[in-house]
């Protein structure tokens, strides 16, 4: 598969890439060999770190959180962002958390994506962002 240049990330895809029994791994390291091919950036908020790592730690290892942090983490391109996101990504959850499985960090993703990553293709193996909407790389 040939990636564009830049992508962002979301947690069901770095988990994915980690643990072995996650139904994805096999599809998240053939998409980690095509990055690294043709030099794709990866592009996440510390939202999206602090949900992999916790996640790693409680479902998989300490290990494989540690390794995301020290390896992982100082690779990606980290978005920042301000209050404005924060307010807009209220907005979203109110709108659609009720009828939609949403994080607020999914919301937060879905204004950063939206707003300011001009809809960047997304990384992602939860069908959370597809149901914003957002263009995601099968």
Not at 38 to 57: A, N, P, Q
Not at 101 to 119: E, G, K, M, N, P
Request: proline share 4%.
């Amino acid at each position: 598969m040939a990636l564009p240049p830049d992508v962002f990330c979301d947690t069901s895809f770095f988990y994915a890439c980690f643990d072995p029994k996650d139904v994805n791994h096999l599809q998240a390291q053939v998409v980690i060999s095509d990055a690294a091919s043709s030099g794709t950036r990866f592009s996440t908020t510390w939202d999206i770190v602090s949900e992999t790592v916790t996640l790693l730690r409680y479902c998989h290892n300490y290990r494989a959180a540690l390794i995301f942090l020290d390896d992982i983490k100082p690779e990606l391109h980290m978005v920042h962002y301000g209050d404005r996101v924060r307010v807009e990504a209220e907005q979203v959850f109110r709108q659609y958390g009720r009828d939609h499985r949403l994080s607020f960090c999914d919301a937060i993703s879905f204004i950063i994506v939206t707003t300011l990553l001009d809809h960047m293709p997304c990384l992602a193996f939860d069908e959370d962002f597809r149901g914003l909407g957002l263009t995601v790389l099968s």
